[in-house]
């Protein structure tokens, strides 16, 4: 119950910063915001349902099928670096995670619908269609059994995924001198708007949520959009202008074809 509230009230609070933050000083005009919250809203409920429906459920068997079972245990490490640990090799496998989203193309329909959206705020944060939520969660599941991470670093980590993918997703713009030194080592606004470009190229890179290390390290981070940031065009890669215009476009999407260069 308190992992509950402190995912709940850490969320609704980062949230509403962001929101009053982009509100105060936005970086584009977001000409759409309606629609596109309504789609965004919609889906993180739909979302957040299945959550509260599966989670118990992964959870319970992970706790029934070991109690001492994992890396980490057989390690013997003392907690701060198991935590610690914890931390970033979830983030690393995140990072893949969202590589084969864009590589696998039957995992590609699903992930396309978080790119569908043609303007960027903190909403597109939370849309993401009810069946990567779900696989996701079986991926983590997965990771967290496996490598024995213990209940207090895994809800860190969803905190504070959820929070940095919340925060660069906002529609602002940070002083220069913060946005190149934070970019070292957290994904940035800067650096998200550009995975979220019509360039296929462009989508192709800037795969962290959190940490920066890893696009570093597995030489995908681009620090600037190809013909700049005042070119870059949002929205669903491969496609000029393809945007979907109702909630039954957005949640039929993977299981429709779909022609390129709309
Ligand atoms: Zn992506």
Same mark, same amino acid.
């Given at each position: 119950?308190?992992?509950?509230?402190?995912?709940?009230?850490?969320?609704?609070?980062?949230?509403?910063?962001?929101?009053?933050?982009?509100?105060?000083?936005?970086?584009?005009?977001?000409?759409?915001?309606?629609?596109?919250?309504?789609?965004?809203?919609?889906?993180?409920?739909?979302?957040?349902?299945?959550?509260?429906?599966?989670?118990?459920? =992964?959870?319970?068997?992970?706790?029934?099928?070991?109690?001492?079972?994992?890396?980490?245990?057989?390690?013997?490490?003392?907690?701060?670096?198991?935590?610690?640990?914890?931390?970033?090799?979830?983030?690393? =496998?995140?990072?893949?995670?969202?590589?084969?989203?864009?590589?696998?193309?039957?995992?590609?329909?699903?992930?396309?619908?978080?790119?569908?959206?043609?303007?960027?705020?903190?909403?597109?944060?939370?849309?993401?269609?009810?069946?990567?939520?779900?696989?996701?969660?079986?991926?983590?599941?997965?990771?967290?059994?496996?490598?024995?991470?213990?209940?207090?670093?895994?809800?860190?980590?969803?905190?504070?995924?959820?929070?940095?993918?919340?925060?660069?997703?906002?529609?602002?713009?940070?002083?220069?001198?913060?946005?190149?030194?934070?970019?070292?080592?957290?994904?940035?606004?800067?650096?998200?708007?550009?995975?979220?470009?019509?360039?296929?190229?462009?989508?192709?890179?800037?795969?962290?949520?959190?940490?920066?290390?890893?696009?570093?390290?597995?030489?995908?981070?681009?620090?600037?959009?190809?013909?700049?940031?005042?070119?870059?065009?949002?929205? =669903?890669?491969?496609?000029?202008?393809?945007?979907?215009?109702?909630?039954?476009?957005?949640?039929?999407?993977?299981?429709?074809?779909?022609?390129?260069?709309?």
């Amino acid at each position: 119950m308190i992992d509950f509230t402190v995912r709940v009230g850490v969320f609704f609070l980062v949230f509403s910063t962001l929101v009053l933050w982009q509100w105060l000083s936005p970086r584009a005009m977001l000409l759409q915001w309606r629609q596109r919250w309504w789609h965004n809203m919609s889906l993180f409920a739909l979302g957040a349902l299945c959550v509260r429906v599966i989670q118990p459920l =992964l959870l319970s068997v992970i706790a029934f099928s070991s109690s001492e079972f994992g890396l980490f245990w057989w390690l013997d490490l003392p907690f701060w670096a198991v935590f610690l640990f914890s931390i970033l090799l979830l983030d690393c =496998l995140i990072y893949w995670q969202h590589r084969l989203f864009h590589r696998i193309p039957l995992l590609w329909r699903i992930h396309r619908v978080h790119h569908s959206d043609p303007e960027l705020d903190v909403s597109s944060a939370v849309r993401f269609h009810p069946v990567e939520i779900v696989l996701s969660l079986f991926f983590k599941g997965l990771a967290v059994w496996l490598l024995g991470v213990p209940v207090a670093a895994v809800l860190a980590f969803d905190v504070l995924l959820n929070a940095s993918a919340m925060f660069n997703h906002t529609n602002v713009r940070l002083p220069v001198i913060i946005e190149t030194w934070l970019k070292k080592l957290l994904v940035t606004p800067d650096m998200h708007r550009i995975h979220h470009s019509r360039v296929s190229l462009e989508a192709n890179s800037n795969f962290g949520f959190f940490l920066s290390i890893w696009d570093a390290l597995f030489r995908t981070k681009r620090n600037d959009a190809l013909e700049g940031d005042e070119h870059l065009k949002i929205g =669903l890669p491969d496609t000029k202008t393809y945007q979907p215009t109702s909630l039954k476009d957005v949640l039929v999407m993977p299981f429709t074809v779909f022609k390129k260069h709309r």
